[in-house]
C-alpha cells in the first residue's frame, strides 16, 4: 500500500474488515497461553508488571487478538508506511496503544516517545517485534534490549507454536493458523537488562533474548510450569 496513494475512508474500512475477520478467525482456534510462575508456584499477574515483550514479527496476529483478552494491552511500536497505518488501525481496535516507528524509520523518535509513556509507579508494557520492520527473519535487533535498558525493565520473551498454519510468501514467512487448531503462547522467564548498559551488555542481551525464543519454541526451556488455558466461546 503506497503512502502517497493511501486512502483514510478506505484503511478505515480495511482496518474494521482485518479487526473483524482476525477476530472471527482466532475464535476458532483452541489457544493455551503459559505463563512465568512465582515463587508461590501461581502463575504471575502480568498485568500488575512492568517490562518489555519480545515477539517475532511472524507471529505478531496472535497476541493482538489474544493479550487484550488476558488484560494486557502493551503499547507497540509499527511502522510508519502505509501497510503500517493499516496494522496501526487494526490494532487500535483491539485496544493496543501504537507507537509510529521503526529500527529503519523514525526509529530514534519512536523510542523517545516509547520511554516516555513510562510512568515508574504504573503497570506498563512494550511490545517489540524484534525481528521487524524487514528482517532478517528471526534475527533479534537491538531496538527491544535498547528499550529495556534506559527504563530499567526486563524482556519478556514471548513465542508461539503453532499446531497447523499457513505460512505467507512474505519476508517473514507470517504464519495464518488453520481454523480449529492448537496454538500456544509461551511467555519464557524474565531477561534481565544491565542498566545502564555499555553497548558490549546490550550486545550480550540481544543474543541473550534471541537466544531464549528460539529455545522456547523448541521445547528446550525449563522455566515454564504454569498453564492458563483461554478457549474462544
Request: with cysteine; charged share 25%; hydrophobic share 40%.
Amino acid at each position: 500500500m503506497s503512502e502517497k496513494s493511501t486512502n483514510p475512508r478506505k484503511v478505515r474500512f480495511l482496518a474494521f474488515l482485518g479487526w473483524l475477520i482476525v477476530s472471527l478467525w482466532c475464535a476458532t482456534l483452541r489457544v493455551r497461553v503459559r505463563l512465568p510462575q512465582q515463587t508461590n508456584g501461581l502463575p504471575m499477574d502480568l498485568t500488575e508488571q512492568s517490562f518489555v515483550m519480545a515477539l517475532w514479527h511472524d507471529s505478531l496476529l496472535i497476541p493482538m487478538w489474544l493479550l487484550p483478552r488476558i488484560k494486557l494491552r502493551p503499547a507497540v511500536m509499527i511502522s510508519k508506511s502505509g501497510d503500517g497505518e493499516l496494522v496501526a488501525q487494526v490494532g487500535g481496535r483491539f485496544g493496543w496503544r501504537v507507537v509510529r516507528g521503526s529500527s529503519s524509520r523514525g526509529g530514534s523518535e519512536a523510542l523517545e516517545e516509547a520511554a516516555n509513556l513510562y510512568e515508574p509507579k504504573k503497570p506498563f508494557q512494550f511490545l517489540f517485534t524484534v525481528d521487524g520492520p524487514r528482517g532478517p527473519r528471526r534475527e533479534c535487533k537491538f531496538g527491544v534490549v535498547a528499550l529495556a535498558a534506559r527504563l530499567g525493565l526486563p524482556v519478556l520473551p514471548v513465542t508461539v507454536r503453532f499446531e497447523n498454519a499457513w505460512y505467507a510468501k512474505s519476508w517473514d514467512r507470517m504464519a495464518i493458523p488453520k481454523p480449529f487448531s492448537r496454538v500456544e503462547v509461551l511467555m519464557d522467564h524474565f531477561v534481565l537488562i544491565p542498566s545502564p548498559a555499555s553497548r558490549d551488555d546490550l550486545e550480550q542481551s540481544r543474543r541473550q533474548v534471541e537466544e531464549t525464543m528460539h529455545s522456547v519454541e523448541l521445547g528446550s526451556s525449563n522455566s515454564i510450569t504454569t498453564e492458563h488455558t483461554s478457549r474462544a466461546a
